[in-house]
């Protein structure tokens, strides 16, 4: 379930609600792509050090690691929850980062079809006219197949074949 902004505010530092704030509807909209892609590298690296923490208190809690210093408050919950707030946000990101992609490529296909049109409609182009005069016609395409050649002699051979040994079969069923 995703948390909620007053949640992700109350957990963490002033200047990681800022960030987390500009993730946000009505701030990342009006955020350049350069400004998105230095906020995203920031978040991702917040996210690794939150990372980092909450696994090693994990493995302190399992008495699997020596205690870090004393400046890094919380239990390892508190620290995945601050993990958690990181990663909605990257997703946050992610879409609308996404999303301008495709507005952007929107934008250039219809720009290059418009160019298309101009240029398809600056050919001052003219249909030949339909004379009532005879000429050669169509060209006839080449048959791409093999042309392969059966002697009339050998067309029907097997079916010949296999009627004679029934009828010698029958012969020798009848005589005995």
């Given at each position: 379930?995703?948390a909620?902004?007053r ?8 200047d ?16 350049a792509?350069?400004?998105l892609e ?8 917040l996210?690794?050090r939150?990372?980092?923490l909450a696994?090693h208190r ?7 690691a020596e ?6 408050s919380g239990?390892a919950e508190?620290?995945?929850q ?11 990101l992610?879409k609308e980062?996404?999303?301008?992609q495709?507005f952007?490529?929107r ?9 298309a049109l101009?240029?398809?409609r600056a050919?001052q182009f003219?249909r030949?006219?339909?004379d009532?005069?005879?000429s050669e016609?169509?060209?006839s395409?080449?048959?791409q ?5 059966i002697p ?5 051979r097997?079916s010949?074949?296999?009627k004679?040994?029934?009828a010698?079969?029958?012969?020798s069923r009848?005589?005995?």
């Amino acid at each position: 379930m995703a948390a909620s902004s007053r949640f992700e505010i109350s957990i963490l530092k002033h200047d990681e609600q800022e960030i987390i704030l500009a993730t946000h509807h009505p701030a990342i909209g009006e955020l350049a792509r350069e400004k998105l892609e230095s906020l995203r590298s920031r978040l991702r690296d917040l996210h690794g050090r939150e990372h980092t923490l909450a696994r090693h208190r994990q493995r302190e809690a399992r008495g699997k690691a020596e205690p870090r210093g004393n400046s890094f408050s919380g239990t390892a919950e508190h620290a995945t929850q601050r993990k958690q707030v990181f990663v909605a946000a990257i997703k946050r990101l992610n879409k609308e980062l996404k999303r301008l992609q495709k507005f952007e490529a929107r934008r250039e296909l219809g720009e290059a079809a418009r160019r298309a049109l101009a240029l398809r409609r600056a050919q001052q182009f003219t249909r030949p006219h339909n004379d009532l005069r005879p000429s050669e016609g169509m060209r006839s395409i080449p048959n791409q197949r093999r042309n392969t050649k059966i002697p009339p002699s050998r067309i029907g051979r097997v079916s010949q074949a296999n009627k004679r040994a029934q009828a010698r079969r029958d012969a020798s069923r009848g005589s005995s």
